[in-house]
């Protein structure tokens, strides 16, 4: 069956570093766009970052640019977010999808806690 594992999430204080990483199977994976979205308490799920089907195109929100970088693995099936000088506002529930055509999967999430 179709699967998204995020993993990767934790505790980090300011200023710090994560990388997360998305592990699919079930599907085509190489045909699909990734992306990462974000979570954070009483507030809507936003996209934090995007990827081709073959990598060529990124896409960033603009309160990640030049600080969160993302990629992926097409033969190991993963998807990656490195994540530098996180901000206490970057607390969230992360989670990685999956979209081609009229198709969307997601994963279960992963907590990121950016706080001293």
């Known amino acids: 069956q179709v699967q998204l594992v995020e993993s990767g999430g934790g505790l980090v204080q300011p200023g710090g570093s994560l990388t997360l990483s998305c592990a699919a199977s079930?599907?085509?994976?190489?045909?699909?766009?990734m992306s990462w979205y974000r979570q954070a308490p009483g507030k809507e799920r936003e996209l934090v970052a995007s990827i081709s089907s073959l990598a060529g195109v990124t896409n960033y929100s603009d309160s990640v640019k030049g600080r969160f970088t993302i990629s992926r693995d097409n033969t190991k099936k993963t998807m990656t977010l490195q994540m530098n000088s996180l901000k206490p506002e970057d607390t969230a529930v992360y989670y990685c999808?999956?979209?081609?055509?009229?198709?969307?999967?997601w994963g279960q999430g992963t907590q990121v806690t950016v706080s001293s």
């Open positions: 079930g599907f085509a994976f190489s045909s699909y766009a």
């Open positions: 999808k999956a979209t081609w055509r009229q198709r969307a999967y």
